[in-house]
Nanobody, 126 residues
């Protein structure tokens, strides 16, 4: 049974940092990513990482502030979020895919990810 479980969200002030974690289990995953969804908005891509070789991709609004990483031995993926802004407020979702079969592939579209966590709330106050 595939499970993705996020943790690490919370209420912080603008300029603070948070580290989100995602524990993955149930099968081998290739690309993994983080998405977010604010109230009344569509789910949007934040960051993604390949299974190996450290290939990463970020949406422009978080470049230089967020860092995605993974530990395959622990089946974990992380999102270090620095210099948080009120516009980063959203529910953050971990996502994983198994269909690419590529250890270098980075996926950034919602439809590429068949597996999702339940989400963790991040609220940034001004």
């Amino acid at each position: 049974q595939v499970q993705l479980v996020e943790s690490g969200g919370g209420l912080v002030q603008a300029g603070d940092s948070l580290r989100l974690s995602c524990a993955a289990s149930g099968r081998t995953f290739y690309a993994m990513g983080w998405f977010r969804q604010a109230p009344g908005m569509e789910r949007e891509f934040v960051a993604a990482i390949s299974r190996s070789h450290g290939n990463t991709y970020y949406t422009d609004s978080v470049k230089g502030r967020f860092t995605i990483s993974r530990d395959n031995a622990k089946n974990m993926v992380y999102l270090q979020m620095n210099s948080l802004k009120p516009e980063d407020t959203a529910v953050y979702f971990c996502a994983a895919e198994h269909l690419s079969g590529s250890i270098r592939y980075v996926a950034f579209r919602v439809e590429e990810y068949p597996f999702w966590g339940q989400g963790t709330q991040v609220t940034v106050s001004s």
